[in-house]
């Protein structure tokens, strides 16, 4: 089978977006190769050494990279590609250089070419992300594993955005929790939730592409089996209202259109947690959430990412911004 890469040179911060419009065309397979990798990945095992002069990797900004089948008529794909990376600009996403490369890709290249770049990697105390075809040992016993198959993924679920929503989740989940994860992808979310106490879990995506690929991946996770996940414009096709928590780790812009409907879902005092935030954003998005009704608690923030921890207020709680940096 003849597959075909597509190669995106970008900065750090629009990988994710990307990555998510090569999988809309129809990629099968995303490889992201990260310049800010090596600053961001903590070993998992500490007697792994790793000499990052002997792996080829970006020395600056970010490629994205897509692998399509042969089903795919690329051709077509390309111009409708390159316009949604420059329309990034709209959601205040700086991509350049943004060029787009071609090449045919012989089958078993394709079944090895990003396995270099994917490791077990700590992403906080107790949790590790783990790639599905590692024989990785636990270093200590409380260790948590989320595996991941980043053929079937939109990455590594180690972006900036990633952390500071597990670290939200790790801030503010007690257990038993009902959740809703908007924008699921890899499915990484609904995972660590799971490891972390949180009871039941409907995680939609927008197509049933991404839906499929979520499936997989929870599939490899024997405790996030129970994690439903549905086709969804956001919360527009789900059911469960009076929920404990809404998670989304979405642009700054598809968050906003979400406000009232997390409202609409949330039980009182319930939280709503938000990542994916540029820092020129942050201020659209607090104003908003405040305007719905929301009181933002906490603001967290990795590089020029941000998140946010906020709650719907309990019954005679008045509203009034109270975030901490």
Same mark, same amino acid.
């Given at each position: ?162 952390? +500071?929503? #597990? %670290?939200?989740? /790790? ?8 959740? *809703?994860?908007? &924008?699921?992808?890899? @499915? ?95 201020? +659209?998005? #607090? %104003?908003?959430? /405040? ?8 603001? *967290?923030?990795? &590089?020029?990412?941000? @998140? ?18």
């Amino acid at each position: 089978m003849e597959w075909t890469q597509v190669d995106v040179l970008t900065t750090s911060e629009a990988v994710e977006a990307i990555a998510n419009i090569l999988t809309e065309q129809g990629a099968s397979g995303i490889q992201i190769d990260d310049s800010q990798d090596i600053q961001n990945y903590q070993k998992a095992d500490e007697t792994v050494v790793i000499d990052w002069d002997e792996i080829k990797h970006q020395q600056t900004g970010a490629k994205v990279i897509g692998y399509f089948p042969q089903d795919v008529f690329v051709t077509e794909a390309l111009p409708v590609i390159e316009n949604k990376i420059k329309q990034l600009a709209e959601f205040g996403l700086a991509y350049a250089p943004g060029t787009v490369k071609v090449k045919a890709l012989a089958d078993d290249h394709w079944a090895t070419a990003w396995k270099k770049y994917y490791r077990p990697v700590r992403l906080t105390r107790h949790l590790t992300i783990v790639p599905a075809w590692d024989d990785y040992q636990k270093v200590q016993t409380q260790e948590q594993l989320i595996v991941l198959d980043p053929g079937m993924a939109f990455g590594t679920g180690t972006h900036p955005t990633t952390r +500071l929503m #597990i %670290e939200a989740l /790790t801030i503010i989940v007690r257990g038993s929790e009902t959740m *809703l994860d908007v &924008g699921t992808g890899s @499915g990484v979310l609904s995972i660590a939730a799971k490891h972390l106490g949180v009871k039941q879990i409907t995680a939609t995506d927008i197509d049933q592409v991404a839906v499929d690929k979520a499936k997989e991946n929870l599939a490899l996770n024997p405790i996030a089996q129970d994690v439903t996940v549905k086709v969804s414009d956001l919360l527009a096709d789900v059911e469960q209202t009076n929920v404990d928590l809404i998670v989304a780790n979405i642009l700054a812009e598809v968050i906003v259109p979400l406000i009232p409907q997390a409202w609409a879902k949330l039980r009182p005092g319930g939280h709503f947690l938000t990542s994916g935030i540029i820092a020129d954003k942050l201020d +659209l998005i #607090i %104003e908003q959430q /405040t305007k719905q009704g929301f009181i933002v608690d906490q603001q *967290l923030k990795i &590089g020029d990412w941000c @998140g946010l921890i906020a709650h719907k207020p309990a019954v005679n709680e008045s509203n009034q911004f109270t975030a901490q940096g």
